[in-house]
């Protein structure tokens, strides 16, 4: 039987005076799952990924994650989930470009306190099982935008997170690079990491995600799976 690693319950945000961003939310994923949220731009589904995140908090409603009430941290604590539970990617990379390739994976690790020599061993399997291991000298501004994404991807799983979180991950690459980072997050979900894509294009939900979850205007208004069983998942 899988269990559930992010729990979100009657989770509702609001900014201002103007309607919520995310109106009571009941939202489970499964250790193991690829889970697509889909939604137009404005439809709340960056801010349910910011509550999973710990980058922002609920006015109402709770929201768990691997065992822990992310809503109830306060900021030393929501980083130290972070670092700990969560491996994020960007759209943008989010890159340090004054450090070297293997510098920027290995950050996530020396934050969390681990020793130089594990860290860099962790970072250098990590590059060569994503491919990169050659550019691992390099800075990421001589990198294409298909291998900077790479290099984000092992940055997030450098402290084997519980949830990897990708926002928009392909929305800054071509055609190309697009299809080589969802082949990556299917092989990284086949592995058991579970994944929350947030994304408009449908085609990549498609490709790499086994759930897609559809939000307007702030309400969750479809769930589906698209098959009956999901594996436990491994860390």
Known sequence: MTTSVIELRGAGRRYGD??????????????GEAVAVLGPSGSGKSTLLNLIAGL???????VTVDGVRVDRLGEAGAALYRRSRIGMIFQFFNLLDDLTVADNVVLPARLAGVSRAEADRRAAELLETLGIARHARSCPGR????ERQRVAVARALMNRPAVLLAD???GALDTAAGQDVAGLLTGLNAEGQT????????????????RTVRI????????????????????
């Open 168 to 170: 928009e991950p392909t």
């Open 216 to 235: 307007a205007d702030g309400r969750i208004t479809d769930d589906v799976r698209s098959d009956a069983v999901t594996p436990e998942g491994v860390r």
């Open 143 to 146: 990198l294409s935008g298909g």
């Open 195 to 210: 994944i929350v894509l947030v994304t408009h294009d449908l085609a990549l939900a498609r490709s790499c995600t086994n």
């Open 56 to 62: 922002d908090r609920p006015d109402t409603g709770t």
């Open 18 to 31: 103007g309607p919520p961003a995310l109106h009571e939310a009941s939202f489970t994923v499964r250790s």
